[in-house]
Nanobody, 124 residues
């Protein structure tokens, strides 16, 4: 069974930090790429960060570069998103996703599996 389960969301003030976790089933974790996406009310889902599990290459949206860090723990089949210096505009539902094929890291249509999401709310 393919599962991606996010956790770690919550409410913080601007400037604060959160760490999101995505626990993946074995099959999902063996995917080529694991990514974090977010969707704010009334907006399209957008890519935040991704990691290619083989080489460990990482990619980030310009809006989060220098503030967010994606990482993986193979022993725990978990991908993390460390979020620092949070801003109100980071408020969104955050989703973990996995894809087995190619394509651009932030293209949502290329991802095969999705978690249910975890809410992040940043107040000013």
């Amino acid at each position: 069974q393919v599962q991606l389960v996010e956790s770690g969301g919550g409410s913080v003030q601007a400037g604060g930090s959160l760490r999101l976790s995505c626990l993946a089933s074995e099959y999902a974790y063996s995917s080529r790429c694991l990514g974090w996406f977010r969707q704010a009310p009334g907006k399209e889902r957008e890519g935040v960060a991704a990691i290619y599990t083989g080489a460990g290459a990482t990619y980030y949206a310009d809006s989060v570069k220098g503030r967010f860090t994606i990482s993986q723990d193979n022993a725990k089949s978990t991908v993390y998103l460390q979020m620092n210096s949070l801003k109100p505009e980071d408020t969104a539902m955050y989703y973990c996703a996995a894809k087995r094929g190619g394509g651009y890291w932030s293209e949502t249509l290329d991802y095969n599996y999705w978690g249910q999401g975890t809410q992040v709310t940043v107040s000013s």
